[in-house]
């Protein structure tokens, strides 16, 4: 079983939609939790932390269950400029790496 | 833009060769991490450096090592290159006593022919 696990997608949506994406973990001693986006050949870049209480920052939600393993982003009113791949990504703690899902792709269409 | 830089961008050898890439950490930053990410692909760890000592590593041969210098730059070498190392290298750094956000470098694309 993969330690970070994404669906690849893509999620295709038209501008204003909502989208969410889900992600699970296999490590339960997992503290720390991000999403990142990627741009077409570019480098990963820090959306938000992921936090137990849930966490919002503008149109973007994230959402953490720990008893689930299960992590979420929500996209509210998405931009064409939202068209990216989002990462999934837990740290781990004792080397402090970070851990990848696959990511999602996602393309929002005018 | 983060800070964090590397170098080459871009970089073609063929199969047996060896290549060295470069990662200049965020000022304040002491500890850098290596990644490789094949297309398709999440980024996959391969080391980690603090205070000039390998930290961690992850699922790669030896013919994959690194240095980290006193300024807290640092080299990535792979030996007898393969096929399968084509793929985009980063480096990531933070400051280990002040938190856990790491920033990447922009990547070098390696091609193997």
């Known amino acids: 079983r993969k330690e970070v696990e994404q669906d690849p997608g893509p999620f295709n949506v038209p501008e204003g939609a909502t989208v969410a994406f889900n992600c699970t973990y296999s490590?339960?001693?997992?503290?720390?939790f991000f999403w990142y986006r990627q741009d077409c050949r570019k480098e990963p870049k820090l959306l938000m932390s992921?936090?137990?209480s849930g966490n919002e920052d503008g149109r973007f939600t994230a959402q953490l269950n720990r008893a689930s393993q299960y992590i979420s982003l929500l996209i509210r009113d998405s931009k064409l400029s939202d068209s990216a791949t989002y990462l999934c990504?837990?740290?781990?703690?004792?080397?402090?790496?970070?851990?990848f899902g696959t990511g999602t792709r996602l393309l929002v269409s005018p | 833009e983060t800070g964090v830089t590397q170098s080459p961008t871009h970089l073609i050898k063929t199969r047996g060769q060896q290549v060295t890439l470069r990662c200049s950490s965020q000022?304040?930053?002491?500890?850098v991490s290596w990644y490789q990410q094949a297309l398709g692909q999440g980024p996959q760890f391969i080391f980690q450096?603090?205070?000039?000592?390998?930290?961690g590593r992850g699922n790669f041969p030896p013919r994959f090592s690194g240095l980290q210098f006193p300024n807290y730059s640092s080299e990535l070498n792979v030996n007898a290159l393969e096929l399968d190392d084509s793929a985009l290298y980063l480096c990531?750094?933070?400051?280990?006593?002040?938190?856990?956000?790491?920033?990447f470098g922009p990547g070098t694309r390696l091609l193997v022919l």
């Open positions: 990504v837990v740290l781990d703690t004792g080397f402090q790496k970070l851990v």
């Open positions: 490590n339960s001693a997992s503290q720390s």
């Open positions: 992921v936090y137990s």
């Open positions: 000022s304040g930053h002491n500890t």
């Open positions: 450096y603090y205070r000039e000592e390998e930290n």
């Open positions: 990531a750094t933070h400051d280990r006593r002040g938190g856990e956000t790491q920033y």
